[in-house]
């Protein structure tokens, strides 16, 4: 039974996946196709490494990460940025609820700003 429910959970995942790449440019396509699911943080991280800082900050503009603070500075270097993406795509996967065990998907709504934002990474993901 825990099998299948991991083939379903996968199943998701790659359409979840699928969803962001038919709505991303071109340029951010590559990054979103990068991201392995199944592989580590610091596999992933290493994944992300390859595209440059121009690609990197589409893509997270893509995911509704803010590149700058409120004076305009720019507030991340590569490292940071490839990791913050990353929670950015595992924000968009399906999880279960620590309370009652619902499980529940954020759909990726570039355009629309979420409600809540999470206080731990300050990034917009609860609608």
Known sequence: M???????DSEKVKVIIGKMVQKADLTVRPVISAFDFTQSRSANIKRLDQFNVL????????LGIPLADKDNFKIFTKP???DRIYLGFKAMMPARCGECSEEYVIDHEPNIAPFFSCLFSLFSRFS
């Open 2 to 8: 825990a099998k299948n429910s991991q083939e379903n």
């Open 55 to 62: 690609i990197l900050e589409k893509c997270a503009e893509f």
């Open 80 to 82: 940071t940025l490839m």
